[in-house]
Structures are given as structure tokens and as C-alpha cells.
């Protein structure tokens, strides 16, 4: 296995981290003066238009899709080291690059799934950066750790017109608040009474302007209401009626595509969360240098040693796992790589959620504050135990490979 950056990676890490510092930190307080000003709270910044056009001009657009037709064509090895500098401003840089869940798991799946037809009508427009998405899966009324347990029903109009009726109510689905998200990709069940459990589900794609589709209201996380994210919203679907050419895939191939879309999104979580980790070590290091107490600086503190060591050594063993599982997901795709991606998955948001502890204690008031970005990163880390499949999923599926060696 080798981790060095090849010549392309260089490149581009040396023309976004130029992008984080003359253009994206700068945008942070920016982008909230604006914001405060807009007429409803999930409008757009200005500023983050801007940086859209800037990231744009200067190639650092699409760098998550490794479909060279419509992405950058990098690998999950070379884009690995890039999502980790955007994940030091989750709030701003993903969307400036367009490279922001849950749009980059809608376009895999569009570009992976997608008809021709759905791709021209709504992956192009997500490429350009021109409209956003939102992928409703989780509801209120069921576990939905296990897929299996969605009732969303989608299912053929009995009045013999060639549709679809989605009846269902969906909850936390990410980015359904911004005003720019137009379609959402929906996962309920077309054979809830089929013999096999995972066929039961389809995915269809639903214009946010359908008939019978409410946004109901914001969710909020921790307090948070994750305007950058465009949100967490509740979603009803009442009878809407969308054209069967809206099917993703094949019937039945729901829960199969779900599966495909979450393995790339796993690791591109843990990637920013390796980024967030850096941002939370240069806080601490600058709060602990400029900083007295009792006599002494901060940074003379011995528990201060303690953390900062112990934050570098965790985020460098991180790095590594993720940088092997891209390599693995890269060799011999996303099955080969289960484990890794399972074992990542359950590592990085708890050691991250950690280091963010840590350095909010440092700051005192001021870590708990609006005045600096930790506690909104600490909400965001701590949320992804749970995104994504909570950790004991992936622990007792992981488990269960490691014994299955012995049984």
C-alpha cells in the first residue's frame, strides 16, 4: 500500500488549501453577517455563491465523483486527502467545491443508476451546482437502521395511469429545507409483502413541486438548525403521483442501490471528520499558547500536553485506516473493502467527537459559543454515530464477519 500523493493530488491540495486560506476562512464570519440579513434563514449567502463561482474557475469543482464524465475522475485514494482539507470548514467548503452531502451520493447514484433521461433532467443541473437534492429514507415511526423497516409505500395507481403514488412520512432528510433543493430520491417499498426482504424496496425520484409532498418542518440537531446543510427536514408524502420513468433502477433494487450509495458517503464523512480533527487541534494549540492560568500559560499545563498528543496521535492512525480503506475501495471495490469502510465508520466519529471535547474544555465559554466553530462541529461529529447507520450496526455486522472465521 502506498499513501503518496501523486503528482495530481499535490496539484490540487496546494490550489485548495490556497482556496481554504484566501477565500473560504475569510467567508465564515461573512457568510453569517449575510445570512442574518436574508429574508428566511435558508436562503443562500451570497458569499457562497461567490465562492461556488471561485471554486469553479479554478478546477476544485466535483472532485468527490470518480466518473470522469461528469466528475473530476479521481480516485477515492487521491480525493481522500482533498475532502479532508474541506472538512476544516464543513459549513462552507463542501458546498463551494460541490461536493456537499447529500448531493454527492444523489449524483452517484444518478450517474451509477440513472436513465438518460434522469440524468439530463436532474443530474446535470446537481453538477452544475445549479440546484441542490435531499434523499428521504429515515422516518419517525420505525427503527430505520434497518432499511427493511421503511413503510413508505410506493405503489402503481389503480386508475390505470402510468404512476406511482408515494404515501409515507420521512424525517431528517438533509437539505430539504434550502429553497434550491428541487427533487428528492425516495426509498419506500413496491413489494412490502415479498418473500425476501431486501426486493422489497425501489427508489423513485420526486420534484419537490409534486403535488401531496410537504415540508413540514426543520429538525433540528443539538440545537442546531444546519442552514449551510440546507437543513433536516420532516417530509410528507400524501398520495403524490410521479410518472413510472421515475424509478431508479429496477424495482425492487432500492435497498441494493442504498447499500452502493452509502459506502463512498461512509468514507467521504470520515475524510471531513479527519479535517474537522486538524481545525480542532490548531484551536486548541492557538487557545493554549495565548492563554494564562494560575501563573502559566496554557500550554505549560501538563493535562494540555496530554490532550494535544493524544489528539495528533489519534488523527494520524485515523488518517491511515481511511487512506487504506480508500486505497482498498480503489483495488478491489466497495465488498472488498466492507470491513475497513464498517471499522472507519465506527472509529473516526467517536475518536473525532473526542478531540472536539477536548477542545472545547480548552476554550472554556468561548468552546460552547457561537464565537468559535467547535461546538457546531462537535453537534456535527457526534450526529455521524448515528448517520449512516448507527456504530452498533456496524459493530454486530462486523462482528459477526470476524466470527464467521471461526464458526
Request: hydrophobic share 40%; glycine share 8%.
Amino acid at each position: 500500500m502506498d499513501f503518496a500523493f501523486d503528482a495530481r493530488t499535490e496539484e490540487l491540495r496546494a490550489k485548495l488549501l490556497a482556496f481554504m486560506d484566501e477565500y473560504v476562512y475569510p467567508a465564515e464570519a461573512v457568510a453569517d453577517e449575510q445570512r442574518a440579513r436574508l429574508a428566511s434563514p435558508w436562503d443562500t449567502p451570497q458569499v457562497v455563491e461567490e465562492l461556488k463561482a471561485e471554486a469553479r474557475r479554478q478546477g476544485l469543482w466535483n472532485l468527490f465523483l470518480p466518473d470522469a464524465e461528469h466528475g473530476a475522475g479521481l480516485t477515492n485514494l487521491q480525493y481522500a486527502p482533498l475532502a479532508e482539507i474541506t472538512g476544516r470548514s464543513p459549513q462552507l467548503a463542501p458546498t463551494a467545491t460541490n461536493c456537499a452531502a447529500p448531493d454527492t451520493g444523489n449524483m452517484e447514484v444518478l450517474a451509477q443508476f440513472g436513465d438518460e433521461a434522469q440524468k439530463k433532467q436532474w443530474l446535470e443541473p446537481l453538477l452544475a451546482g445549479e440546484i441542490r437534492s435531499a434523499f428521504a429514507m429515515t422516518e419517525p415511526e420505525v427503527a430505520s437502521s434497518d432499511a427493511t423497516n421503511i413503510t413508505t409505500h410506493i405503489e402503481r395507481a389503480s386508475d390505470g395511469t402510468d404512476e406511482y403514488v408515494i404515501t409515507g412520512r420521512k424525517w431528517y432528510i438533509s437539505g430539504a429545507m434550502n429553497p434550491d433543493c428541487k427533487i428528492f430520491i425516495v426509498m419506500g417499498k413496491t413489494d412490502p409483502d415479498g418473500p425476501d426482504i431486501r426486493r422489497q424496496q425501489s427508489m423513485v425520484l420526486v420534484p419537490r413541486d409534486t403535488p401531496g409532498v410537504t415540508v413540514e418542518r426543520a429538525m433540528q440537531v443539538f440545537g442546531y438548525e444546519d442552514h449551510y446543510h440546507g437543513g433536516h427536514a420532516e417530509v410528507i408524502f400524501d398520495h403524490a403521483r410521479v410518472p413510472v420513468s421515475n424509478l431508479i433502477g429496477e424495482e425492487g433494487g432500492g435497498f441494493a442501490i442504498a447499500q452502493a450509495r452509502l459506502g463512498p458517503g461512509r468514507i467521504h464523512h470520515c475524510m471531513r471528520l479527519i479535517g474537522m480533527a486538524e481545525r480542532a487541534i490548531e484551536l486548541m494549540c492557538r487557545r493554549a499558547v495565548s492563554r494564562t492560568a494560575f501563573g502559566k500559560a496554557l500550554a505549560q499545563q501538563g493535562v494540555v500536553h496530554n490532550w494535544i498528543a493524544d489528539a495528533r496521535v489519534t488523527v494520524e492512525q485515523l488518517r491511515l485506516l481511511v487512506l487504506k480503506t480508500a486505497w482498498l475501495m480503489d483495488t478491489v471495490g466497495n465488498k472488498g473493502a466492507h470491513t475497513e469502510i464498517q471499522a472507519i465508520k465506527i472509529a473516526t466519529p467517536r475518536a473525532v467527537v473526542g478531540i472536539l471535547d477536548k477542545a472545547i474544555q480548552l476554550h472554556g465559554a468561548g468552546g460552547v459559543s457561537q464565537d468559535f466553530p467547535l461546538a457546531e462541529l462537535y453537534a456535527g461529529a457526534r450526529t455521524l454515530m448515528i448517520a449512516d447507520g448507527p456504530d452498533e450496526v456496524h459493530q454486530r455486522s462486523l462482528a459477526r464477519r470476524e466470527l464467521k472465521k471461526y464458526l
